[in-house]
Every structure is written in structure tokens, then in C-alpha cells.
């Protein structure tokens, strides 16, 4: 990180102006929907849309923002081939990214950007090819993904209905322009409220019972709310289902 910056912490509390927001949409860890807080002559703002795909939330409108962070990993899942971009409206600024990523990393590795380059590819032409004469449809990403998600938060919820010991984050539905449905937000982290009255701290309280989950002061939150992986393997997520649910 630059020496001219530091962290400030929540941009609702900021004073002054000259700074860079940081600004995740959806949010992470609850998944809301966000936009910038400040606004001055000389601030910038950063958008953060590693999980604005619609497996996660209605896509309501084009993202248009001066700078915009992607990554692979959360749209598809290839989390090893570490590959992400941005799209900048601003060239100076662009450069000066390119040139950064360039003498901090040494480029991006050329067999990361064309594998890289294929899966999009393959994920964009189902969508807009028309499918093979005589052939099944084309397997469609976004689509088996909103599935999976939806049937994954079905299940939390009802895990944690079968506990009676913690709430969830309020979700919000919407009109999806990519799907052309109108569909409930599916966010890749569920926000885990503890509603036992003697437990102060959620995290320790999961650990006790093998759950691993990110403690809500490290968001800026309480300690009774944890962070939830709602993207892990299908062994592990039944596996944190059945200890979920047998906490009472």
C-alpha cells in the first residue's frame, strides 16, 4: 500500500476530502447492496463487484462506476488460477494500474490470462449461441449456479429453524435485467446471529461445536454475529448443516 494512504476505517465516519473509498457490492459479509458514502472533489472511489453476478444477487442495472474490481474465482469458482481485472473509464489511471500490478507481481501470468480468457468464453457462448442442431442446450453457469445457491440458503434456513438459536440477515428479491425473473438474493456469506441470551461471543461458541466462522468484530460488527461460508465443498457445507442445526 502507498505511504500517502492509510486506513480510516468506515467511510460513514470519515472527515475530510481526499481519500479512496472502498466500496463492496454486495457487501461482504451480508451481502447488501451498496454505493458510495462520500463525495468531495478530490475523493475517489473504488467498487468492489467480485460478487455482483446474478448466482448471487439481481442484476439491476449496468455497473458504471470509474473503477470496478472483478475476479474469476468468485464467478466460476476457479480460485486457482488467481485471475483478476478492472475496468477503468479513466486511460491515465488505467496505465498507472497496469504499471503497478507490473513492478508488484512481475505481469500477470500469461497461461492464468488465456485459461482465463476460455472459461468466460465458454460461460458467454451459452448464453449467446443458439444451441447445436439435434443437441441438449448448453449447460448454462449462471443459471446452475442460482439453483445451487438458493438450495444451499433453503438449508441453512431451515438448519437454523431446527436450532432456534440464531438468525439470519434480512434478504431482499428484485428484478434480475440478466435472468428477466424476479429473484431473492442469495449472498455468498451468510451474517449468523446468535439469539442465546449467556453467549456473548458466536464464534467461540461455534468452535465448541467444530464450526470455523469469522468472528463479527473482524467486519466492524458484534461479537454474537459470525460470518458464514456459503460457497465450500458439499461435503463440508453438510457437515456444518448437521452441526448447525444440533445447537440448542
Not at 503497478?100 to 492464468?112: L, P, Q, Y
Request: include cysteine.
Amino acid at each position: 500500500m502507498s505511504g500517502h494512504y492509510r486506513w480510516a476505517g468506515d467511510a460513514n465516519v470519515f472527515t475530510g476530502d481526499e481519500y479512496i473509498e472502498l466500496v463492496c457490492s454486495p457487501n461482504n459479509p451480508d451481502g447488501a447492496i451498496r454505493e458510495a458514502v462520500l463525495s468531495s472533489g478530490t475523493g475517489k472511489a473504488i467498487h468492489d463487484l467480485v460478487y455482483y453476478w446474478p448466482q448471487y444477487t439481481p442484476i439491476t442495472g449496468p455497473a458504471a462506476h470509474d473503477v470496478m474490481l472483478f475476479t474469476l474465482s468468485k464467478i466460476t469458482g476457479h480460485a486457482g488460477t488467481r485471475l483478476g481485472w478492472a475496468l477503468v473509464k479513466d486511460r491515465e489511471v488505467a496505465r498507472k494500474m497496469v504499471y503497478f500490478v507490473d513492478r508488484s507481481s512481475i505481469g500477470v501470468a500469461k497461461d492464468a490470462q488465456l485459461r482465463g480468457a476460455k472459461i468466460l468464453g465458454v460461460v458467454s457462448d451459452a448464453y449467446e449461441l443458439p444451441p447445436p442442431v439435434a443437441a441438449a442446450p448448453r449447460p448454462r453457469l449462471f443459471d446452475f449456479a442460482r439453483r445451487r445457491m438458493a438450495d444451499r440458503w433453503s438449508a441453512l434456513r431451515a438448519a437454523v429453524a431446527a436450532s432456534g438459536a440464531f438468525c439470519l440477515q434480512e434478504v431482499t428479491s428484485g428484478y434480475c435485467n440478466f435472468t428477466k425473473q424476479t429473484v431473492t438474493t442469495c449472498p455468498a456469506f451468510a451474517w449468523l446471529r446468535c439469539e442465546k441470551e449467556d453467549v456473548e461471543d458466536c464464534a467461540v461458541l461455534l468452535a465448541g461445536h467444530k464450526i470455523v466462522a469469522r468472528g463479527g468484530t473482524q467486519f466492524g460488527g458484534d461479537a454474537r454475529c459470525v460470518r458464514v461460508n456459503m460457497l465450500d465443498r458439499d461435503q463440508v457445507f453438510d457437515v456444518l448443516l448437521q452441526r448447525l442445526s444440533s445447537i440448542k
